[in-house]
């Protein structure tokens, strides 16, 4: 009877493992922005003000995630201590994706590549309030009824935070796009830019082509610096012209997940148990 129920425990853990699958190994920090999902793109809920850039030039060692975080500028809080004026200058932390993320005329929403520990370590978009303000980057874009307008700025992080090989773009990019009424920041996005890639599990993985390749992987952090390089802390956003949309490419994490493997093993182990235990019983 023992015996039998040990199974039964064996048989279930293996059977919850393989179901979970790559999920359960996904921390929340690198799963979103996942367009169709609530939540924010680092972690759930609102993690408040991080401060203007978030880059204190202290050191972090452990494990980060390299993957875009999701802000929007909160107008409300342009009047706090600390605030560097403008209309809006603290950006926080979304608790929607862009997919899900419906923005009226007028939002301000930021995208920043960096290697993040947790949401609490996010990096911010670089830039001052007034070169991140609605009324700077969609100066002349005049309100249309029918539609909505949505001002973007794209940082694409620092040389120290770019996968081994590439180089990002110039930046931050301060884009103005326009989409119909109802429309997400996942349609903005695909209006001024693209190409966008996602992974199989819908994981916002490149914006304008960047990075070619990878999808929130873990990066040892080895004591690395926090601080922004290259004297690239107080960038501004550069207004830029429309880009071409373009459709989102799936892209699969590649090999299989630890967890199936897991749970495979333990089913293998399972049956060499079963067997052994039938062959005592017939001797």
Do not use: K
């Not at 309100?143 to 935070?161: C, K, N, S, Y």
């Amino acid at each position: 009877m023992r015996g039998a129920r040990r199974a039964a425990v064996v048989t279930g853990v293996a059977g919850v493992l393989l179901c979970l699958g790559p999920a359960s190994l996904v921390p929340q920090a690198a799963a979103l922005p996942r367009p169709g999902e609530t939540g924010g793109t680092g972690g759930s809920g609102d993690t408040g003000d991080t401060g203007d850039t978030g880059d204190t030039g202290d050191t972090r060692s452990g494990t980060g995630y390299r993957y875009w975080s999701f802000w929007e500028l909160d107008p409300d809080r342009s009047g706090d201590p600390g605030d560097t004026g403008g209309e809006g200058s603290h950006w926080r932390y979304a608790t929607r994706g862009p997919g899900t993320l419906r923005p009226l005329d007028g939002d301000v929403v930021g995208l920043r590549f960096a290697v993040t520990v947790n949401s609490g370590d996010a990096r911010t978009p670089r830039g001052d309030a007034d070169a991140s303000s609605f009324g700077t980057i969609c100066a002349g874009e005049p309100a249309e009824a029918g539609t909505r307008r949505v001002a973007l700025v794209v940082d694409f992080g620092v040389p120290a935070d770019a996968p081994d090989g590439e180089t990002p773009p110039e930046g931050p990019r301060a884009l103005c796009a326009r989409v119909p009424d109802g429309g997400t920041v996942a349609d903005a996005l695909a209006e001024t830019a693209g190409p966008l890639r996602y992974n199989a599990q819908g994981l916002l993985c490149a914006v304008s082509g960047y990075p070619r390749r990878g999808c929130g992987e873990a990066v040892a952090l080895d004591d690395r610096p926090t601080g922004e390089a290259e004297g690239e802390a107080g960038a501004d956003p550069a207004p830029e012209g429309d880009a071409d949309a373009s459709d989102t490419a799936a892209e699969g994490n590649g090999g299989p997940p630890v967890t199936f493997l897991l749970g495979a093993a333990l089913v293998v182990l399972l049956a060499v148990t079963t067997g052994l235990r039938a062959r005592r019983r017939r001797s």
